[in-house]
């Protein structure tokens, strides 16, 4: 085992142009295997069940992940506590397990250790500067403490939450990287992918990218504009994608939450291996070399991006022993019309079939255009009441 620090960091690795491999989507991933619940999307899970959480990280692992996250997902205080979400932990409780897991795992193998934090309930609510700030620093002190390899600020709707994490993270001189989850028209206030990337770049990140709320072609697309929007204001940075492994042409601004399958019903949109395929040339070929997922994403989808990037990182991912390039294993198959898809032409070219003949292929956003400020996004401790719920069925009822 190689003991923490001794790796390459993520800025040396990408400097040398090495190809880093993220993991993928910890509560989406962990609320199908019952160990997370849809709504607060809390990660609990690090300290009531760390077995699963090792186990998922270990599959990761496998398929070919360069990086650890450690799963903290809306591990602050406030997220932790808001609309009667009891807990049995403090966040600072499940933010250590969840860096030893990250760790013990990561040590298995040639994987750094990130430690994240993510958007407030709190910034929602119009909380200060400084209160939003104190949030980050008291998870930031966790990972110091637990000597994390680096930082990420992901899933912020809101370039100037973004900045002010950053700024934190920053303050430890680890290397930080910062992902909006934003789509090409920018963030909740309007402001460009290109805009938002250089503020990112200024208040300190190294690393600037996109993940989530968009499919992974979306996303490859908003970091080009971010990558451009750097390059044009004479700045530098690494880029990074997780996106989404669901295919959402047609989401809005808001991105994927803001569809009537969010979240019981996603199902028919996920990505096959082969898509994931493209996925990851396609983020090669824009100069992207931080390459990873988010909600949605299983193993065998970062397999499939690690499997396509083979030859540029001069190796295969151990899982990958148990899977033919390109359906190769179905040679052995016992039926012969199943030994006939042995072969690329095959998958590349398929057109999925979805089995639902009475179903659209395109869903109608919800778009209720609520953001930071709003009355129904106000945040606080108390669960949910029948009083605020009616009027919100009401407006939904009446929007469809």
């Not at 959480?53 to 932790?80: C, I, P």
């Not at 966790?142 to 994490?165: G, M, P, R």
């Not at 129904?376 to 469809?400: G, I, N, R």
């Amino acid at each position: 085992m190689a003991p923490a620090g001794a790796k390459r960091n993520i800025l040396q690795r990408l400097d040398e142009g090495e190809i880093v491999i993220g993991d993928g989507g910890f509560v989406f991933a962990l609320e199908k295997r019952g160990y997370v619940k849809a709504g607060p999307w809390t990660p609990e899970a690090a300290s009531e069940h760390p077995e699963a959480v090792r186990q998922l990280h270990r599959e990761f692992l496998r398929a070919g992940s360069n990086v650890m996250q450690t799963f903290t997902f809306y591990a602050s205080d406030d997220k932790l506590e808001n609309r009667g979400n009891a807990q049995r932990f403090t966040g600072a409780q499940i933010n250590e397990a969840a860096c030893d897991l990250a760790r013990e795992v990561a040590n298995e193998g040639d994987a750094m250790v990130a430690g994240g934090v993510s958007q407030t309930p709190s910034y929602l609510s119009c909380k200060s500067e400084n209160e939003v700030k104190a949030i980050f620093q008291k998870q930031l002190d966790v990972f110091v403490k637990k000597n994390v390899d680096f930082l990420i600020a992901e899933y912020f709707e809101h370039v100037e939450e973004a900045e002010w994490a950053v700024q934190v993270l920053s303050t430890s001189k680890k290397p930080v990287c910062a992902s909006l989850c934003i789509g090409p028209d920018g963030d909740l206030n309007g402001v460009s992918p290109g805009d938002c990337a250089v503020r990112l770049v200024k208040a300190g990140a190294n690393v600037v990218g996109i993940n989530c709320h968009f499919d992974p072609l979306t996303c490859v697309k908003t970091v080009k504009m971010m990558k451009e929007g750097v390059e044009r204001a004479g700045l530098k940075a690494h880029y990074m994608v997780q996106p989404l492994a669901y295919h959402t042409p047609d989401c809005n601004c808001q991105g994927f939450i803001d569809l009537p399958e969010f979240p019981f019903a996603l199902e028919p949109r996920i990505l096959t291996r082969w898509d994931m395929h493209k996925y990851a040339r396609e983020a090669f070929s824009a100069g992207i070399r931080y390459i990873g997922g988010c909600c949605g994403f299983e193993p065998y989808h970062i397999r499939a991006v690690a499997e396509e990037l083979a030859t540029e990182r001069g190796y295969l991912p151990a899982a990958s022993e148990k899977h033919g390039s390109w359906g190769a294993g179905l040679e052995m198959h016992t039926k012969p019309w199943v030994r006939a898809r042995a072969r690329r032409d095959y998958w590349e070219n398929l057109k999925p079939a979805s089995g639902r003949p009475t179903c659209p292929s395109m869903s109608t956003p919800d778009s209720w255009g609520v953001t930071k400020g709003h009355a129904d996004l106000m945040q606080h401790k108390e669960a949910t009441s029948q009083e605020e719920l009616k009027p919100l069925f009401e407006k939904a009822k009446a929007s469809h």
